[in-house]
Structure formats: structure tokens, C-alpha cells
Nanobody, 127 residues
Framework: QVQLVESGGGLVQTGGSLKLSCVASGITFSRAAMAWFRQAPGKEREAVATITRSGSPTYYEHSVTGRFIISRDNAKNTLYLQMFNLELEDTAIYYC????????????????????WGQGTQVTVSS
């Protein structure tokens, strides 16, 4: 049974930091391209960052470039999202997702291409 379990969300003030984790089980983690998506209230879910099976290259949504870092530890079956200098607009539910198709260096920002999803973790940024 595939499980992606996110953790690390919470309430933080603007300018603060959080580190999200996503632990995978039931999959060969090293064979999955991974991504973090987020969905804010009243908005569509969007890709925040993606990472290839090898860990490089990575992609970042424009508004988080320079503030967020996506990484993975294949030995620990864990995906991370380090978030710095958080802004009110970062408030959302954050989901990790796994994609199994494509070449070794393939990732995608299209949620319909992802095969498995976590349950999400809430990130709330307050002023």
C-alpha cells in the first residue's frame, strides 16, 4: 500500500521558516519524480517545486524561487521542502506527490501526471 505522509506544517509569522517532510512507503522512492503542490483557499492547486529522481535538476514556481528549497533523501524515502521568509500568500495546504512515468530526469508541474498523493499539511502564515 502506497503512503505519502507529510508533516512539518504549522502556524508561523511572516518572515519565518518551516521545513516540510514527506515520508514515502510502499513505493520505490528512488524511481519516483517528486513534487510539492499547494492549494490555497478558493484557488486551484499549483506546483510549488519539483525534483527529479536523482535530485537534480529542480523546478520552482516563480513566487517561491529563492525562498524555498526542495530536496530528497532516497536512503530515507523522504522528500523535503525548506521554506524561508514565508509570506501571507504562502498560506495553503501543501501536498507531496509522486510521479513514476517518464525518463530519469523528467518531472512535471501538471498534477494530473502524478500518481500518488499525500493527505496534505496545513501551512498558515500570519502577520
Amino acid at each position: 500500500q502506497v503512503q505519502l505522509v507529510e508533516s512539518g506544517g504549522g502556524l508561523v509569522q511572516t518572515g519565518g521558516s518551516l521545513k516540510l517532510s514527506c515520508v514515502a512507503s510502499g513505493i520505490t522512492f528512488s524511481r519516483a519524480a517528486m513534487a510539492w503542490f499547494r492549494q490555497a483557499p478558493g484557488k486551484e492547486r499549483e506546483a510549488v517545486a519539483t525534483i527529479t529522481r536523482s535530485g537534480s535538476p529542480t523546478y520552482y514556481e516563480h513566487s517561491v524561487t529563492g525562498r524555498f528549497i526542495i530536496s530528497r533523501d532516497n536512503a530515507k524515502n523522504t522528500l523535503y521542502l525548506q521554506m524561508f521568509n514565508l509570506e501571507l500568500e504562502d498560506t495553503a495546504i501543501y501536498y507531496c506527490a509522486a510521479l513514476y512515468s517518464g525518463s530519469y530526469y523528467y518531472t512535471s508541474t501538471r498534477e494530473q501526471e502524478y500518481d500518488d498523493w499525500g493527505q496534505g499539511t496545513q501551512v498558515t502564515v500570519s502577520s
